[in-house]
Each structure stands twice: as structure tokens, then as C-alpha cells.
């Protein structure tokens, strides 16, 4: 599974008729990708295309010719591409291999294979939390101000944010905000909770702090009990500082 | 950046049933805040919850009966001035008080598109 950051992206660019070991070279490739457990890949058909022999082909002409241009793409990490990137320059022997740096803004997967189910891990530890408050009609770039600042906290991987909706208050701006009778009021205070590690304080601060027009942030100590499943390895030491 | 300074957060547990006056305890709660010129105070409603008298409070159709929370961010001497009138209001309930670093954000007008 990849995760956000610096990646590598591969290109590669083979005609559909060149074959290897009497398989379709672009299946090969796949197939080697495959084993060697690189994270995905797609191959894709253009529509036409020209490449060294200065022949353009096109889909229109050239269905039963099958001498279609064909492209696979993966994205991996620098040191897995390194691992696979000899082979492969060995495999295509007629083509091009192109290699460019890119940044993997998001990467999830959902479903597929089911991890072991690993028994609940408790993580322990000082925390902070950020109690943000604010007005429910305040509004960045016409989007609700909570709205936008829960998804910029979602972005910067910030470990969890609960939104409450306050029911009458006062603050800053020293006019009431009040729930109608109904419950339907669209200005209510909102109040936002968040638990991170301490040393995320300054960073959740200088990207919410901005966004906000008038308010107050409180910050405070807290132990961290944390239930998780099945934690994945890497993040079981560095959760809670 | 972003200046941090000690205050204090005190949080009043009780119920939305609770009355003072003549109406809703939150409703008194928040207006002697004001009086006393607390600098804000978030009331929020909890979806359920129990307290001294183990009796559920949740939502009924007709009884408004959930927990609320009263939130008030202040310094230490307003909060020791508040509380002694907080205590005169407050039959049953609870009161925590913690220790927490505040940070006002004032970008004022410098952006435009802000609540009226």
C-alpha cells in the first residue's frame, strides 16, 4: 500500500504485436510487475499514436492488425522502481521506458484482501487537544468555515476532529447565536475537537489559525487511550510521542 | 506564530430540563455570563448521558431532557469571579475546571467574507 509523498511514476510505451517468450510483451510486463508486488499498474490502448518507425496507428485501421501502440503506467515508491527498472529495461526491446517523480497526493484501498485480524492495541500516551470555536454561519470561499477546516485537517492525516454543534452562545463577535425552535437554525456555535501529538500543535495551529476570522482555539493536555484494529506495522511505534 | 496564553476552561454538566428563574438554566447560565462580561460561552446539547441521579436523560418527544454542557474560556480571576454566582445557580450538576493555553485569532476584516 502506498502512502502519501515523493513517489515515482513509470511509463512505458510498447507496440501490442511485440511479443516475448511468445506471450505479448505488454503482458509480460504486467505479469513481472505483478510478482515482483509492485503496487499498481494500468495498461492502457490509445486511440492512435506514432512512435519510432514513424508509422501512425490508429484504432480505425488497424483492429485486426493489432499493431496498436499500447502504454502501462505504475506508480511506486523510489527504491521499488529502482528493484524492478533493470528488468525491465532488458524487457522492452522496442519501445521507450520513461521514468518522472510525482507526488501521491492520496492512496486508499478499500475492501480487498482482509488483513489478519490482529487483537485491539491500546495506544497510550500525553496528547493534545485543540478545542476550536466558531460561529456556524462563518464561511471561507462560501464553503462553511467548520466544513473547510475538518477537511484540511483530514488532508494533513491530523489523527481525528469531531464537529459539535452548539445549541446558544456568545462569544467575539458578542451577538447571541441561538437554536430556534425548531432546530433549524443556521447559526449556531460550533465547536471543533481535535487529538493530535503534541509536537503537531504548532503545525494544526498555523493552518487552521488563518482560516478563521474571529475565535478562539484552547489547547490542552490529555492522556491518549487509543483502541485500534489491527494496526499496521510501521505506525505501532511512532503513534503518541 | 499564533500567541498561547494560560487560561482556563470550566465546563458546567447538567440538564437541558433545568430551570433557573423561570427559564432554561443554559438560557440564565449564558445570560449571566454576559452580565459578568465573560469573554464567550458555547452551550451544547449531548445526545444522552446520566449523572447524580442515574436517571437517563435523553431526547423524548415531548420533555427536552439531554445532557448539556455549558463551556466557558476565560482567565483565572474572571472564572473565580463567575463561579460563585455559577454555584448559586446550579442545583444539581457538575463543574470541571482545567488548566489550557488560549489562542485568540483576530484576522479581522483582512478577509471579507465573514459572518454578519
Not at chain 1, 462560501?142 to 485537517?153: D, M, Q, W
Not at chain 2, 498561547?4 to 443554559?26: C, K, T, W
Request: net charge negative.
Amino acid at each position: 500500500m502506498l502512502s502519501q509523498g515523493a513517489a515515482k511514476k513509470v511509463t512505458i510505451y510498447v507496440n501490442e504485436d511485440v511479443h516475448l517468450h511468445g506471450d505479448s510483451l505488454w503482458d509480460a510486463i504486467l505479469r513481472f510487475l505483478r510478482n515482483k508486488h509492485v503496487a499498481g499498474a494500468t495498461v492502457l490502448r490509445p486511440v492512435a499514436g506514432f512512435g519510432a518507425h514513424g508509422t501512425v496507428h490508429s484504432s480505425a485501421g488497424e483492429i485486426h492488425a493489432g499493431h496498436m501502440p499500447m502504454r502501462i503506467e505504475f506508480i511506486d515508491t523510489a527504491e521499488k522502481v529502482d528493484e524492478v527498472l533493470p528488468t525491465l529495461y532488458e524487457m522492452v526491446i522496442d519501445g521507450l521506458v520513461e521514468v518522472q517523480d510525482t507526488n501521491i497526493v492520496k492512496a486508499v484501498a478499500r475492501g480487498g484482501k482482509q488483513e489478519a485480524h490482529l487483537p485491539h492495541a491500546e495506544i497510550k500516551g500525553p496528547a493534545k487537544l485543540i478545542r476550536i470555536y466558531l460561529g456556524e454561519s462563518d464561511k471561507l470561499k462560501g464553503e462553511p468555515l467548520f466544513e473547510a477546516i475538518v477537511k484540511r485537517l483530514m488532508m494533513m492525516e491530523v489523527a481525528g476532529a469531531t464537529v459539535y454543534r452548539g445549541i446558544l452562545g456568545y462569544g467575539a463577535k458578542r451577538h447571541q447565536h441561538k437554536e430556534t425552535v425548531f432546530r433549524l437554525s443556521k447559526d449556531c456555535p460550533i465547536m471543533i475537537s481535535v487529538v493530535d501529538r503534541a509536537n503537531r500543535v504548532d503545525e494544526i495551529m498555523g493552518a487552521v489559525a488563518p482560516m478563521m476570522v474571529d475565535g478562539l482555539i484552547v489547547i490542552s493536555d490529555v492522556e491518549v487511550h487509543r483502541f485500534v484494529h489491527a494496526l499496521p506495522e510501521q505506525q505501532k511505534v511512532t503513534n503518541v510521542s | 506564530m499564533y500567541l498561547r496564553q494560560p487560561a482556563r476552561l470550566l465546563r458546567l454538566h447538567f440538564s437541558e430540563r433545568d430551570r433557573y428563574d423561570g427559564v432554561p438554566l443554559y438560557e440564565a447560565i449564558v445570560a449571566t455570563c454576559r452580565k459578568l462580561g465573560i469573554a464567550g460561552v458555547t452551550v451544547l446539547r449531548g445526545m444522552q448521558g446520566y449523572g447524580e441521579s442515574a436517571e437517563l436523560h435523553k431526547h423524548r418527544i415531548l420533555a427536552h431532557d439531554q445532557p448539556i454542557t455549558a463551556a466557558i474560556v476565560e482567565s483565572t480571576e474572571n472564572i473565580d469571579r463567575l463561579l460563585p454566582e455559577i454555584e448559586k445557580m446550579l442545583d444539581t450538576g457538575m463543574i470541571a475546571i482545567s488548566d489550557v493555553e488560549m489562542v485568540r485569532v483576530r484576522n479581522g476584516d483582512a478577509q471579507p467574507e465573514t459572518a454578519a
